[in-house]
């Protein structure tokens, strides 16, 4: 039955977006609604929150990678390579002036 609740409230509310307080308020609500006990509403906002964690840093991978290629697309080099290559300008200026 618990499976049933979760799926359907993963469904509804988007896990990606769900804070504590909310899970804690729909938990609540369905306590009540549906006779869960303390145990299991503490279970199914431990889950909700878990899957929640999971769904942030999926979006965040993928957020990532799109935004990576992007920089590729464009041919835009890294600060980490724009770092190396000022570094070299530097020490090419240094050689000359030097």
Do not use: C, P
């Not at 308020?25 to 999971?54: C, F, H, P, T, W």
């Amino acid at each position: 039955m618990l499976e049933l609740f979760e799926k359907v409230v993963m469904t509804t509310i988007g896990v990606a977006a769900i804070t504590q307080k909310k899970a804690e308020e729909l938990v609540a609500e369905m306590k009540d609604r549906y006779k869960l006990s303390e145990e299991e509403g503490k279970n199914l906002v431990e889950k909700i929150q878990s899957m929640a964690r999971e769904n942030r840093e999926k979006v965040k991978q993928m957020a990532e990678a799109e935004v990576q290629k992007v920089v590729e697309r464009l041919g835009l080099v890294s600060l980490d390579e724009f770092d190396l290559l000022k570094k070299r300008v530097q020490d090419l200026e240094a050689r000359l002036n030097g």
